[in-house]
């Protein structure tokens, strides 16, 4: 079996808005699927929309946490690299929380501190509107506030990693500017080859992988440019090219989008991903890596 970490899937959400579990859903991923691979790890975002944000994401960042205790025989809530390493130990999938948007714990350094105490790692500072920390990738844009500066230090002071995707370009800059925090940009595309907002540019990508973070590869075809599986290894290869062997990994955006390319319909298609990196001409050494080692030394790293 090969091992797999992801960066980035909502199926925190998926699973609350359709009032099923983690171990056998019908949502992209759950344990049971996901026991093909091994090791095995995944980040869980927790993510809402509409009105009563702070309360219904509390609702699915309870849910989560529940779901990982009743299925504690086959996954471990991971709060630091040790704890993954033991989870792996005891043949079991690690799972580390994000929150996929401050607006989700009201951009409230109070708020961030109860959610660190329940497990939470990893915070994007926003998802598609701005927000009183920063702008937007696909909002109104703008860098970080000085409330936003505030936050990003009190992340790097606890230990929660920054996640980049969804920011605007403008706040890009400025954490990296900050230097306080670790960062990755766990779920974006290149957009120089495929121009939309929520993909980063050649030089925010060389940044972070400057900085010491990590960037992972989103498989909906809309940031990929097409259905093709194949525009995948096109985004892997761009990034190995800007950013090195060890700074890329897989955030591939699962239960988070409404598509993703023919042949891929779950955690049980990785395999085919991996297969068509190495067609492409990616070194099979190089794919394990993007596949679980490259997140594995950041962890080290970040937590």
Request: glycine share 12%.
């Amino acid at each position: 079996m090969s091992p797999l970490f992801d960066a980035h899937c909502d199926t925190a959400f998926a699973m609350y808005s359709r009032g099923e579990g983690l171990r056998s859903n019908s949502c992209h991923t759950d344990l049971e699927r996901g026991a093909a691979c091994s090791p095995r790890g995944q980040v869980y975002a927790v993510w809402q929309h509409g009105d009563g944000l702070a309360v219904k994401a509390r609702e699915v960042l309870g849910g989560l946490l529940r779901e990982i205790e009743l299925n504690s025989d086959l996954v471990a809530l991971c709060r630091s690299y040790g704890d993954i390493k033991a989870a792996f130990s005891a043949g079991k999938q690690a799972a580390i929380i994000s929150i996929e948007g401050a607006e989700l714990i009201s951009c409230s350094e109070a708020e961030l501190e109860r959610v660190y105490g329940l497990g939470v790692r990893i915070i994007n500072l926003c998802w598609n509107s701005d927000n009183a920390l920063c702008g937007s990738a696909v909002s109104g844009g703008g860098g970080l506030t000085e409330k936003g500066r505030g936050f990003v230090r009190l992340c790097g002071e606890l230990g929660v990693a920054v996640d980049l995707s969804h920011a605007s370009d403008e706040t890009v800059y400025d954490v990296l500017e900050l230097g306080c925090v670790h960062v990755l940009a766990s779920h974006s595309d290149c957009r120089s080859l495929c121009n939309v907002p929520r993909n980063l540019p050649d030089d925010l990508l060389r940044d972070i992988a400057a900085s010491g973070g990590v960037v992972g590869l989103n498989l909906y075809p809309p940031f990929l440019g097409g259905n093709e599986l194949a525009l995948a290894a096109g985004h892997v290869q761009h990034m190995l090219d800007l950013c090195g062997e060890r700074c890329v990994c897989l955030g591939c955006d699962l239960d988070g989008v409404d598509s993703l390319p023919d042949g891929i319909s779950g955690i049980q298609d990785m395999p085919r991903l991996r297969e068509t990196l190495i067609s492409s001409g990616i070194s099979a050494e190089t794919v394990d890596a993007i596949f679980f080692d490259n997140l594995m030394d950041f962890w080290e790293r970040a937590l």
